[in-house]
């Protein structure tokens, strides 16, 4: 059953003035009541972090007309906590979308990504949520043609709800001739890293991390391959990280203590 | 079948000088090769996060007497990294251990925790990992009663491997009498957040995370009932967070696209 007029959290991990928020705003503007929670300042590749060492801070600020938004200079996931506990005051919002991220979240690139680590926290925190992704990292990444996309699977989480302990991870490819929408399991893929090693100007070694993306699965049921081939890719996702198929076989081991 | 001189990889979260990560590398020492690569200061709560807007810096550090040690600039995410790549140049280790936390990575803890993550990014590099915790997150934690259990686990891993894909979470009680080692999936819990709000001397607010970890799960074959009865807990651990079980209840939904 969708309420008449759901609160939306919304969140991301490339910061409260990223072009990929704004269009998640605007979507979520139609089918409920907004309120954002964003970093301040460009949080890719932050996971799960949470900070602990050093205090957040929280403001309001004014940007767009009708919008509740708010800057918080922690990570996605301090957002939504910040959001849940400070903002809202405890009281749960409806759905929790994060994004839309410039750039791919598919694979193994979930544990790295901010967007679906925010998304995640909102399904520990048992709100529906969902992490979007497209396969443009610029800031000139042009979001229209998902923009339906993002509004109906929206809809249908408010409508239908998640299990309990699961999100969704939804990525749409670049070009605007989306084939429709195919219900993936996360690719078998990792990055085969590189280091470019440079000399600072004291003559001191530093290094950036790069690679390249490797794909060790031909499936045609994974994220990978639905954005290869042209569809919107949503892939339920769980939290629960035991690797159950395992414990029978550790169960074997003959510890000698 | 054990190599009879493994390479050891030892990283840890807690920083290069925390003592966890001292007695790890003397337990390692009695098993094979080690190297070291820590971060240079504490990373608790960084999850899964790389370093991808600024530059890293490794550097070869002098503090123990035949061991090889690198202190990173970076999370202990871009110490596996590193480590593998640039450190041991592409050479795999035979194993890699991280920790001995201080503090628990018990339940949901393992998505916040640069412990876990670590030995995480280990397992996506294909090599055996195992993440070392006890519950105590004082630097003054005692460690020597896990010491065995230590040695122990990773000479089993060294003998038998792991499963692919798969790494295990250990955890160690804090009381020097263990009972033994129970096989155990993840406990459903979570934190009840709380911020401290607090006025700077501006008089403007900032805020503290604090929490109550809430365990909404009654089996006794988890992580927190092994601690709590104990127990040293072993976690086998995925990093495919694909929700399998909820693949064909979304391809039952009716999307108006």
Not at 27 to 43: N, R, T, Y
Not at 83 to 96: H, I, S, T, W
Not at 136 to 150: G, P, R
Not at 219 to 247: C, K, R
Request: glycine fraction near 6%.
């Amino acid at each position: 059953m969708t309420k008449t007029h759901p609160t939306i959290l919304v969140v991301n991990d490339d910061g409260i003035t990223a072009p990929g928020i704004k269009c998640l705003m605007d979507v979520m503007s139609e089918l409920g009541k907004v309120v954002v929670v964003a970093p301040d300042s460009p949080q890719s590749g932050m996971g799960h972090a949470i900070t602990i060492a050093s205090p957040l801070r929280l403001d309001k600020v004014e940007i767009y007309e009708h919008i509740d938004m708010y800057r918080c200079s922690g990570t996605p996931v301090d957002c939504v906590k910040l959001a849940v506990n400070k903002v809202l005051k405890g009281r749960k919002p409806d759905l929790c979308v994060s994004g839309i991220n410039h750039g791919l979240n598919n694979s193994i690139n979930i544990l790295y990504s901010g967007t679906m680590s925010a998304a995640v926290e909102g399904a520990i925190e048992s709100i529906p949520s969902i992490g979007f992704s497209l396969d443009d990292h610029t800031l000139q990444a042009d979001f229209s043609h998902c923009l339906k996309y993002v509004k109906e699977i929206a809809a249908q989480v408010l409508r239908h709800g998640l299990p309990q302990a699961t999100l969704l991870k939804v990525h749409f490819p670049k070009t605007p001739h989306i084939k429709g929408i195919k219900i993936c399991r996360q690719a078998n893929a990792k990055w085969a890293e590189e280091f470019d090693e440079r000399l600072d100007p004291q003559q001191r070694p530093y290094y950036w991390l790069t690679g390249v993306f490797q794909m060790n699965d031909s499936g045609e049921e994974t994220d990978v391959w639905a954005l290869e081939n042209h569809y919107a890719s949503v892939v339920p996702v769980q939290f629960d990280m035991t690797a159950h198929h395992a414990i029978p076989l550790l169960n074997n081991w003959k510890f000698n203590i």
